[in-house]
């Protein structure tokens, strides 16, 4: 793998990810929040309806790291319902390391669903690994499952910035990763949430009408910073900054 940009020169995903302590940044009343997602050429965060096939190995490696460096993931329903999550971090080397840089065992997994409208078979709940909160607009119970579950419910919609205090506040989370889907990621950057993007551009197309990375309206255009460009066999990975709000903004 090669570094473009900073400071061109070779490096692998461990190296990029050695320094990266997004648990160290808390914001005032939200934790540090980065989201990551995979695309295509053409700009489609889904082939076949799931997003595994668009990015390599290497991907995944990234994602794997990314998911040792936050106290929590926060998915939509509809990412579930796609990609039917198990256990997120299943290395036990892993958990371990997580361990000894201060982070829980197991990150929290956060859903936000409207309707509780849930696989409720994937092993992300048959298991009895890991704890999962759902935010949800339901009034509905769900069913019982192997893992932990606690429930969160907002009047009508997920209110995604008391969701954040919340998470913040009441179970003392840090830094959140937002592993998508796409609109949930519109939401959260157009109340300025997404302290970092990381973006795999896979060198494929995917055609068709599935999803970008983001399905909604901004209150207008995002300028982000780019942090670091990486490159391995024409696939690139991005991670972009969201500039802290300066005083005249
Ligand atoms: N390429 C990538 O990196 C990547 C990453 C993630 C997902 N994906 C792909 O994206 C597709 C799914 O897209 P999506 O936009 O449907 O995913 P999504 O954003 O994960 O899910 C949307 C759903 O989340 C719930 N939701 C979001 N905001 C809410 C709010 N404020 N209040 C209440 N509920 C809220 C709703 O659930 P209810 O339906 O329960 O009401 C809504 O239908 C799949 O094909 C998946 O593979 C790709």
Redesign the pocket.
Known sequence: MQRLFPDPGPTTVEAQLGAYRPWLEPRPERPFVAA????TLDG???IG????P??SETDTAMLAGLRTRFDAVM?????????RYGRLVPSQEKRERRERAGLPHDPLMV????????PWEAPLFTAGRGRVLI????EQEPPETATTLRVVR?P?????AA?LRHLREERGIRALLC?????????LQAAGFVDDLFL?VAPKLAGGL??H?L?GELPGRIELAPAWLLEEDGELFGRYRRPPPGPDR
Do not use: C, Y
């Open positions: 990551n997602f995979a695309a489609r965060a889904a309806g799931v997003s595994g668009i990015g998915i939509g329903a509809g990412t579930m319902r796609a990609e859903i936000v669903s409207g309707g509780l409208d849930l935010f949800t607009a339901s907002h009508g919609r997920v209110d995604l969701a592993e998508g889907g796409p609109r949930l990621h519109a939401q795999t599935a999803p990375i399905e």
